[in-house]
């Protein structure tokens, strides 16, 4: 009878423990995205397919080089805003900066050196949309023209970066793609 409280009891502290950190992550990320700073990031996508989590948009920032020396393995990076609302890498710390600005912890090991700067690789490059939308998006590349100012919505809270969105004029790309269809319902599908 012991043993089967013990047992019991070890089994329901594993559950609670592994529903805790389910939980720890949720509200991690949750947290990101609704008190995180917002990033408007110039993006070139590119659109493969993974067996295991679906149809997704693997993005190309536009603006991922910056001039920095004598950084560590992890790396903090701020971000400057310009009149069109697009942020770029403005500078590059080794320790955490002023707690007003948007930054992001990057580590050098996913990153690559050349001359003198840094290819930053950030920690979000993946976007997963539903797969029909994105199955029209990847047939459509065009919408992605630099005319249509393809942005992703990255929101920051101490150092990390949630992906939040993908936005074409203004529009979520889910949003943008819909009204396409609707539009012209003969959009060529794969």
């Not at 400057?80 to 710390?93: A, E, L, M």
């Amino acid at each position: 009878m012991k043993r089967a409280k013990l047992f019991w009891g070890a089994l329901i502290l594993f559950m609670a423990v592994q529903l805790c950190i389910v939980l720890w992550q949720a509200i991690k990320y949750g947290s990101i995205i609704y008190f995180g700073k917002t990033l408007y990031l110039a993006v070139e996508p590119f659109d493969p397919y993974d067996a295991f989590r679906g149809r997704y948009i693997r993005l190309n920032f536009a603006d991922n080089y910056i001039k920095a020396e004598g950084i560590g393995k992890e790396f903090f990076v701020t971000f400057t805003t310009n009149d069109d609302g697009i942020s770029k890498p403005h500078k590059v710390f080794n320790s955490k900066p002023d707690a007003d600005e948007a930054y992001l912890k990057i580590k050098s090991y996913r990153s690559v050196w050349y001359d003198d700067g840094i290819y930053i690789s950030y920690p979000f490059e993946r976007f997963y949309m539903q797969e029909d939308l994105a199955i029209e998006v990847d047939a459509n590349r065009d919408i992605f023209d630099v005319d249509n100012k393809p942005l992703a919505v990255v929101k920051v809270l101490d150092g990390v970066g949630v992906l939040s969105d993908v936005m074409i004029n203004g529009t979520s790309i889910s949003k943008y793609v819909q009204n396409l269809r609707e539009q012209n319902p003969s959009l060529q599908t794969r």
